[in-house]
């Protein structure tokens, strides 16, 4: 019987660190409602904003060369 392929290990999820400011009276409110839902503030951010993410991340920005008060000489051929 011939000998089964290895799997290839799985690359390990990167995460970065985001630090927001809250005021003590956005915190205790935040921590209630978690509480409410059985849940972790982070987890309750991490949910709200999940689906404003998931739309950009294929997103290609484009920067303009071109000056927008950019004079328009000869753009049109001249008859």
Do not use: C, G, H, W
Request: charged fraction near 40%; hydrophobic fraction near 30%; avoid cysteine.
């Amino acid at each position: 019987m011939p000998r089964r392929k290895a799997r290839k290990k799985r690359k390990p999820v990167r995460y970065k660190t985001i630090i927001l400011k809250v005021t003590t009276r956005q915190k205790r409110s935040l921590e209630r409602f978690a509480r409410s839902r059985r849940s972790t503030p982070n987890k309750i951010i991490k949910k709200a904003i999940r689906p404003l993410m998931e739309n950009y991340t294929n997103l290609e920005i484009n920067k303009n060369t071109e000056k927008i008060n950019q004079l328009k000489l000869f753009d049109e051929a001249i008859p």
